[in-house]
């Protein structure tokens, strides 16, 4: 080979080399719903809180996403706050720019609609899938494939997932899916006629690849798949529907599949500890389904693990608890404030019209919370007592009453105030019943996971994820 002649391979070899990279062809990006660092930390006690050490300590056990090898930092404000909501927060992955409140996909002037990475990624051939613990057009899904809508309007979203040609949505139901005033045509019909819409484990388990599916879950607490903590029998976990998903998209040109926790915000918005931990577990078991994926692909798979904004304001330690936080007395909640408040508080105050009374609680607070009223402060006592009658008598009441908001926060008063005395117990504490300002960590492994270390936007998530992919 002449000097000139091996110049111009060398030329058209690299120039191919450059052109050819794309990024990696199987992107995972998983996102916990309201799951700052306290939120991670607390299940990595829990989850360390069986095995004491010679001290008689029990240190903190590793999630599966927490040992990936690239970890980084996000900040959430979004284009009007610096406490995001998940609308815009999933607006900025999507599609890397800042959005307004309750934006899915929409510049913060209203004018324009932003393209997410998804039906960019469909246009080079890829399969994308959706999968989230709650509504499959709540505002965290719907910016994955929705663009210049509210978050509110749930039903103009989900005709945005019946027109997307995705492959692949699974996990909650479609909420308002006959409108918000329920006058219009059944949404889910829209779906069924171009997609197999299966809501049983043998309907999903019979799914093939090839088949553009929606799947959603056979037990559902509204549209949203019960809380992990509850453990319904015959509900497919999130892990099992992230299994699923890989099944139905992996081909030779790649896929994109976006998981949603967002059963974890749901919880730290109840300032459900117990709850939430057991769905930060829930969904460190989804990613380790990713994982198994990516041990098989190393070199093509690149999995981001974060999430949208921390919700609560939770921390591993309260004031009553000064430096020992009990984390292991989660373990005494037997289920989530939802299953309390509809199989044991409601149940009881229907049929104790008259003369319900608290001494009435005292065996079945026992037995879910672990807590002895008997054994209450005076203070306690009273807040409880308080809250048990605005439960009896007016369970609806108007949030917008500040005096209400500061002690229930739109909580049903009962199990809120019970909460708190249990939470107080764990050495857990909460500041708000909605988002915080706090930046979230960014885990990653797999090709370009180190783009992920550092300390950035929100948005920059979209940009790495994009990396190679827009020459
Ligand atoms: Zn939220």
Redesign the pocket.
């Known amino acids: 080979m002449g000097g000139l002649k091996a110049a111009v391979f060398i030329f058209a070899f690299l120039f191919f080399a450059a052109s050819a990279y794309a990024g990696p062809k199987y992107i995972f990006l998983f996102i916990g ?2 799951m700052g660092l306290p939120q991670i930390s607390a299940a990595e006690a829990y989850k360390g809180a069986a095995n004491k050490n010679r001290d008689g300590f029990s240190p903190p056990e590793p999630l599966i996403f927490t040992g990936f090898p690239a970890l980084g930092l996000a900040r959430t404000y979004n284009a009007g706050s610096y406490i995001t ?2 609308a815009s927060a999933a607006t900025a992955m999507a599609s890397g720019r800042k959005a307004s409140r309750g934006a899915v996909n929409v510049s913060p002037d209203g004018k324009s609609s932003y393209t997410p990475i998804t039906h960019t990624l469909k246009g080079r051939g890829y399969k994308i899938g959706v999968v989230t613990s709650v509504a499959l057009n709540h505002a965290t899904p719907a910016a994955f494939y929705a663009s210049g809508v509210g978050r509110g309007d749930a039903y103009a979203i989900a005709e945005a997932l019946a027109d997307s040609g995705f492959d692949y949505f699974g996990g909650g139901g479609i909420a308002q899916a006959r409108g918000r005033n329920s006058d219009k045509p059944d949404v889910l019909k829209k779906i069924a006629e171009k997609y197999a819409v299966v809501s049983t484990k043998e309907g999903m388990r019979a799914l093939k690849p090839g088949v553009k599916a929606v799947v959603i879950n056979e037990v559902l607490n509204g549209s949203s798949m019960p809380f992990a903590i509850d453990g319904e029998k015959g509900s497919p976990s999130l892990a099992d529907h992230t299994e699923k998903a890989i099944e139905m998209l992996y081909n030779e040109k790649g896929f994109f599949l976006m998981v949603e926790g967002g059963n974890i ?1 749901y919880a730290c ?1 109840a300032n459900d500890a117990a709850a939430a931990v057991k769905e930060v577990l829930a969904f460190d078991e989804a990613v380790g389904k990713a994982l198994e994926f990516y041990r098989k692909h190393p070199k093509d798979t690149l999995i981001v693990v974060t999430g949208d904004h921390e ?1 609560g304001g939770m921390s591993v330690g309260y004031i009553s608890s000064r430096f020992n936080a009990p984390i292991e007395r989660l373990a005494l909640q037997k289920g989530s404030h939802k299953k309390f408040i509809n199989e044991i508080f409601k149940p009881y105050s229907e049929k104790n019209t008259s003369g319900a009374s608290l001494v009435h609680m005292k065996k079945p607070v026992m037995e879910f919370f672990g807590i002895d009223l008997d054994a209450l402060s005076g203070a306690e006592k009273a807040s409880l007592e308080k809250a048990f009658v605005q439960s009896l008598t007016d369970p609806d009441y108007d949030w917008k009453n500040k005096e209400l908001y500061m002690l229930y926060g739109g909580n049903d008063p009962f199990s809120n105030e019970l909460l708190k005395i249990f939470n107080a117990g764990a050495g857990i504490g909460w500041t708000t019943y ?2 915080t300002g706090q930046p979230v960590p960014v885990f990653a492994i797999g090709e370009n996971s180190e783009l992920f270390k550092g300390y950035y936007d929100n948005t920059d998530i979209y940009v790495k994820m994009m990396e190679g992919k827009n020459e």
Do not use: E, P, Q
Request: net charge negative; hydrophobic share 10%; aromatic share 0%.
């Open positions: 719903d309201g909501d998940s915000d918005h919700t909605v988002h």
